[in-house]
Each structure stands twice: as structure tokens, then as C-alpha cells.
């Protein structure tokens, strides 16, 4: 699934798969690939876990353009 998000004030296209491990994803972003923790927050908010750094991140969808 590729998600558009807002870091920092910086917009970023990212793709997000699930990893073979539970509660792993790999996150794609400008051709470079990570595989991080995840776990949901509740229902539109991902907690992602990168080397000792958390994001979170929050889900909203996107209009009809």
C-alpha cells in the first residue's frame, strides 16, 4: 500500500508492506527499504519502531481529485 505522509512539515510517498515476522512492516521510501516494528494505536494512528526511534503515524483518508 503506498500512503502519502507529512513529516516534520515534509510531505513523503511511502510504501508500506507487511514483513514476513508479526508485527513487522517494510517501509519504501526514495528507493531505500527498512523493515521496522509496528503496532496500531487505535484505528487510524500506526506506531512504527526504527532502530530506537517511534513515529507515529496517523491515517486520513483522501479525497476524490
Known amino acids: 500500500m503506498s500512503v502519502d505522509v507529512t513529516?516534520?512539515?515534509r510531505q513523503w510517498?511511502?510504501?508500506?508492506?507487511?514483513?514476513?515476522?508479526?508485527?513487522r512492516f517494510t517501509v519504501t521510501t526514495k528507493g531505500k527499504r527498512r523493515s521496522v516494528d509496528a503496532s496500531w494505536i487505535d484505528a487510524e494512528t500506526l506506531s512504527l519502531i526504527d532502530g530506537g526511534r517511534k513515529y507515529?503515524?496517523?491515517l486520513?483518508?483522501?479525497?476524490?481529485?
Open 7 to 9: 513529516v516534520n512539515g
Open 13 to 23: 510517498t511511502i510504501a508500506l508492506e507487511p514483513a514476513e515476522q508479526p508485527g
Open 56 to 58: 507515529e503515524i496517523r
Open 60 to 65: 486520513q483518508p483522501r479525497g476524490n481529485n
